[in-house]
């Protein structure tokens, strides 16, 4: 149990372009999911924090209109990389909660960006 | 806010040794610490999670121990397969369930060769 889907698992892209990601969860409910960014060989780090309903709360130093969040349904969650640029270039993972259950992640998204 | 410190970086032995990797944390108010390991490419994957209210958890090969006055959790893999091979993740978070956000330390490269 406790599947997360994540979609698409690798863009490529024109420098320019906005790029959209989504996070389900398949099999529960998710009142919270969690968008992170990951360098090569480096650490997660956390984006924002998306709750059903209601706007994210982003950490510190990430653009809200650069890396816009819907977390329209209990279900899904969606990342928009707007206007992307190479710097933009990155592992994007999410993941998901319910209950007292431990995050799960999404098998994350390589986005490229040319 | 939390700051979560790993090491080593890089870990190498051989099969059937063990391995133990050490993070400390800042904040005296996080109280769940659990454990990713992610393979190349992969999604991050919970082996092992521990709550302030324990000191030490264990699950077959793997275990956990937590000393809440120094401020420092383990993680200790007995038996080493090659199979063990990955990047493996603490994190902390304030919260007992999975809608608190979790800060990860830096990661350590384990390496276990036949």
């Known amino acids: 149990g406790a599947v997360v889907s994540q979609h698409p698992s690798w863009v490529i892209c024109k420098s320019g372009t906005s790029v959209k990601i989504e996070c389900r969860s398949l099999?529960?409910?998710?009142?919270?999911m969690f968008w992170y960014r990951q360098f090569p060989k480096q650490s997660l780090m956390l984006m924002a924090t998306s709750n059903e309903g209601s706007k994210a709360t982003y950490e510190q130093g990430v653009e809200k209109d650069k890396f816009l969040i819907n977390h329209a349904s209990l279900t899904l969650s969606t990342l928009t990389v707007t206007s992307a640029h190479p710097e933009d270039s990155s592992f994007y993972i999410c993941s998901a909660s319910y209950g007292d259950q431990p995050q799960h992640f999404g098998d994350g998204t390589r986005l490229s960006i040319l | 806010g939390e700051n979560v410190e790993q090491h080593p970086s890089t870990l190498s032995v051989q099969e059937g040794d063990s391995a133990v990797i050490k993070c400390t944390y800042s904040?005296?108010?996080?109280?769940?610490f659990p454990w990713y390991k992610q393979e190349l490419g992969k999604r991050p994957q919970l082996i092992i999670d521990?709550?302030?209210?324990?000191g030490e958890k264990k699950d077959q090969r793997i275990a956990v121990t937590l000393n809440k006055t120094a401020k420092h959790f383990s993680l200790h893999i007995t038996e080493t397969q090659p199979e063990d091979s990955a990047v493996y993740f603490c994190?902390?978070?304030?919260?007992?369930?999975?809608?608190?956000?979790?800060?990860f330390g830096t990661g350590t490269r384990l390496l276990v060769s036949p």
């Open positions: 099999d529960f409910q998710a009142t919270t």
């Open positions: 904040d005296s108010a996080s109280n769940y």
């Open positions: 994190a902390a978070s304030k919260g007992n369930t999975g809608f608190q956000k979790l800060v």
């Open positions: 521990i709550r302030s209210n324990v």
